[in-house]
T-cell receptor, first 111, second 114 residues
Framework: GEDVEQSLFLSVREGDSSVINCTYT??????LYWYKQEPGAGLQLLTY?????DMKQDQRLTVLLNKKDKHLSLRIADTQTGDSAIYFC???????????FGSGTRLLVRP | EADIYQTPRYLVIGTGKKITLECSQT?????MYWYQQDPGMELHLIHY???????EKGDLSSESTVSRIRTEHFPLTLESARPSHTSQYLC?????????????FGDGTRLSIL
């Protein structure tokens, strides 16, 4: 989407860390989300962060938020082949419950 | 784990047919959404509902229609399917509340119109 941008593709070796980046344009965004989509499936919520936070960690996942630069990243530690999927960043806008999605980053994990 | 179900998972059907895609959730969520997604591409919101008897059009214009007669059920209908309707359709739901609640997605319906 024009409001949320992601790089299209990332390839990493199994066991390495993956960092998926996202930029958004709306400073009124309140929550930012990361979803994972495996082939032929719907979207699985991975994690989300409130806009007044800088970092959130959940097991192998670390989300970093730079509000000044409107930059969000998802770091996956010890990346596994099962992490291969498309990862979508999404923002919520103000009081609306609608989400604006990026175009997704396809992560390929090489053995 | 969210419980939201979409049927059918796959549908291949001829032009001109009337189609209804089903979406049901068992969590009592007030808010429900329909997205259209071409394979591996971004999601576009086509319809949403904030509760029973409430439906709104989304950001992407769609020839489909929706209804919300019961909280748990949010079907999407195409009166006369065309090849341009070929896509994946994803349904989602979320709770109401003062804080934003994440949307939970079904597995989608992949629709092919011949």
């Amino acid at each position: 989407g024009e409001d949320v941008e992601q790089s299209l593709f990332l390839s990493v070796r199994e066991g390495d860390s993956s960092v998926i980046n996202c930029t958004y344009t709306d400073s009124s965004s309140t929550y930012l989300y990361w979803y994972k989509q495996e082939p032929g499936a719907g979207l699985q919520l991975l994690t989300y962060i409130f806009s007044n936070m800088d970092m959130k960690q959940d097991q192998r996942l670390t989300v970093l938020l730079n509000k000044k630069d409107k930059h969000l990243s998802l770091r996956i530690a010890d990346t596994q082949t099962g992490d291969s999927a498309i990862y979508f960043c999404a923002e919520s806008k103000g009081s609306s419950y609608k989400l604006i999605f990026g175009s997704g980053t396809r992560l390929l994990v090489r053995p | 784990e969210a419980d939201i179900y979409q049927t059918p998972r796959y549908l291949v059907i001829g032009t001109g047919k009337k189609i209804t895609l089903e979406c049901s959730q068992t969590m009592g969520h007030d808010k429900m959404y329909w997205y259209q997604q071409d394979p591996g591409m971004e999601l576009h919101l086509i319809h949403y509902s904030y509760g029973v008897n409430s439906t709104e059009k989304g950001d992407l214009s769609s020839e489909s229609t929706v209804s919300r007669i019961r909280t748990e059920h949010f079907p999407l209908t195409l009166e006369s399917a065309r090849p341009s309707h070929t896509s994946q359709y994803l349904c989602a739901s979320s709770e109401s509340g003062a804080r934003h609640q994440p949307q939970h997605f079904g597995d989608g319906t992949r629709l092919s119109i011949l």
